[in-house]
């Protein structure tokens, strides 16, 4: 189980640096999304144009759509609510009042 969890850390680490390093000619800001493209040179970038904002003119792929995070990870958009969902439970758990301390769980999932 540990093994598997540093190597799920590890794929989102290596994705998350990709993404990084993707070319951008504007300042990202957390807590917005970002469109991941890639040019026919095969040079990915991000724009803040979704797909159906294009007018097609360019050739490009659309390679999926993020949301930068707080602490400048990315979310893929359909992990967004997922997510959230994660970060509220812990805030609640933080706000308890009851004075007993929680174990906090990030690999529940929402099935």
Same mark, same amino acid.
């Given at each position: ?39 026919? *040179? ?15 003119? =360019? @050739? #490009?792929?659309? !390679? ?8 400048? *990870? ?15 439970? =812990? @805030? #609640?758990?933080? !706000? ?16």
């Amino acid at each position: 189980m540990l093994q598997a969890q540093a190597m799920k850390i590890l794929q989102e680490s290596n994705e998350s640096q990709a993404l990084h390093n993707a070319a951008c000619n504007f300042a990202k800001k957390p807590g917005h999304i970002y469109h991941l493209y890639q040019r026919s *040179s095969g040079q990915d970038y991000f724009s803040m144009l979704s797909p159906e904002e294009w007018n097609y003119s =360019v @050739e #490009q792929t659309y !390679k999926g759509s993020y949301r930068l995070e707080f602490d400048l *990870s990315w979310t893929p958009v359909d992990k967004i609510r997922e997510r959230d969902d994660k970060l509220k439970w =812990v @805030e #609640q758990c933080m !706000k308890s009042e009851s004075g007993t301390k929680a174990a906090i769980d990030f690999n529940m999932t929402n099935n």
